[in-house]
Every structure is written in structure tokens, then in C-alpha cells.
């Protein structure tokens, strides 16, 4: 973590990732439903949200160790890691 108070994971994103469709892969294969969606800045898959039932991308960037995402959701701007629990507008 930098003094400023942006980790270096999310300071290293220069191009933002974004949807390509508005809809979790995952839950889209299981017929399940999601809350809100996110964008994963190191392979551009987006998955549902923590605060949907199945976590997707919160599984997704454990597993894969993929540090950052940005909301998918209209009107929303912003990044957040989850290694380091650090979320910067944009």
C-alpha cells in the first residue's frame, strides 16, 4: 500500500476491462440469479457480485488470483481489490 492510499494493483490497471454483456457467465449456466455484476481487470470475465447467491467473482479472483474488478453497473465507477480490500473511484 502507497502512502496515497491506492494499492499498487489498482494503480496498475491503465485500460479498464468492461462487460461485454450484462450478465454473469456462471450464473447463467446454473440458472441462477445475480444482484449486481462485475468485470475482472485481468481477463475480462464478469460475474455476480457478493451480495448475490452464488459469489461468482469473488470465487473467481480467489481462485485465479486475479486482484482487481470494476462494478458493471450502470452509473457506477469504481475499482476494488481483493487482496488488499481497497476500493478508488474513476
Do not use: F
Not at 476491462?17 to 475480462?44: F, N, P
Request: charged share 25%.
Amino acid at each position: 500500500m502507497e502512502n496515497n492510499g491506492i494499492c499498487q494493483h489498482i494503480k496498475a490497471i491503465k485500460t479498464l476491462k468492461v462487460a461485454k454483456e450484462y450478465a454473469c457467465e456462471e450464473c447463467i449456466k446454473i440458472g441462477s440469479d445475480w444482484v449486481h455484476l462485475r468485470t475482472c481487470q485481468t481477463c475480462g470475465v464478469t460475474l455476480c457480485c457478493d451480495s448475490s447467491p452464488m459469489q461468482h467473482m469473488s470465487q473467481h479472483c480467489k481462485k485465479v488470483s486475479h486482484p482487481v474488478v470494476i462494478s458493471s453497473e450502470p452509473g457506477e465507477r469504481w475499482l476494488y481489490c481483493y487482496v488488499d480490500d481497497e476500493m478508488d473511484g474513476y
